[in-house]
């Protein structure tokens, strides 16, 4: 049997303590859908199903030193980006993003966790928004970028475009907060148009690391030669059953994480 070698992903993002979001559901995410996965820590969190409890960004040169290392031993098919803590840190990823070692960019603009702590400001995520191929906000992360509230879809929408004027190629407006009934719906603008995508709302308190899980399938899926819309699509239906896996859990007392490798399929 001839040996195969996987693609290579890489995030860059905090770590969370608890394992349902950052760095470690990036990893997680990655191996479920058959990429291997590189990390480049920009912060390290306390935090678990609860909250957050602390935050300790890292200096840029450590996170640069990281990047370094990682992008001149492998051949990083694709790049996302999640919590990046400052705008020195941010700065330093969009130099390397200029310089075109970023390939197929998705940036996912953490800037509060689901418990509500802030975890990042808008001037960082503005910093790479340019070099994005996609950009993955969710309904309040756009209304912080855009100026304009979010809680529709016609408003996601909106947002979508207006996303897509300041820079990325394609905008993704997750709509886990969006009202829009029984169904979650996620808007998606660029060259080709805007496509609205439905899907069933999974009644869960379980959505701990939902935003990181979607960026991260994104980028296998970008790193596995899908086009973005299909990219997108595939990360949609991904994140529905690792919602739906997890929903009966009793992991933490608070908000708990996804079912990335289909445990209760």
């Known amino acids: 049997m001839t040996p195969t070698t996987p693609s290579t992903v890489l995030t860059v993002a905090g770590s969370d303590s608890g394992g349902g979001a950052g760095i470690q559901a990036d990893l997680k995410v990655f191996a479920a859908l058959g990429a291997y996965g590189t990390s480049v820590l920009t912060a390290i969190t306390a935090q678990n199903t609860r909250g957050v409890d602390a935050v300790l960004p890292l200096p840029p040169q450590t996170v640069t030193d990281q990047l370094d290392s990682v992008l001149s031993d492998f051949a990083v098919r694709a790049v996302k ?40 400001v808008v001037e960082a995520v503005e910093r790479l928004l340019p070099y994005a191929r996609v950009a993955t906000p969710n309904s309040a992360e756009a ?28 905008v993704v407006v997750t709509g886990g907060d969006v009202a829009a009934g029984d169904e979650a719906v996620d808007v998606l603008h660029g060259p080709d148009g805007t496509t609205v995508l439905r899907g069933p709302r ?19 899926r970008l790193a596995l030669g899908d086009p973005v819309p299909a990219a997108v699509a595939a990360a949609k239906e991904y994140v529905t059953r690792a919602l739906t896996g997890a929903r009966d859990w009793e992991l933490g007392a608070g908000r708990g994480p996804l079912d990335h490798f289909g445990w209760s399929a």
Do not use: N, Y
């Open 143 to 170: 209304a912080a970028l855009t100026g304009a509230p979010v809680t529709s879809v016609d408003e996601a929408v909106t947002a979508a475009r207006a996303l897509v004027a300041g820079g990325p190629e394609w």
């Open 81 to 120: 980006t999640g919590m990046l803590g400052t705008p020195a840190v941010a700065g330093a990823i969009a130099d390397a993003a200029a310089a075109g070692r970023l390939p197929q960019l998705v940036v996912d603009p953490v800037l509060v966790a689901t418990s509500g702590h802030r975890l990042g």
């Open 202 to 220: 999974v009644p869960t308190r379980h959505t701990h690391g939902t935003g990181c899980s979607f960026s991260a399938a994104v980028t296998v």
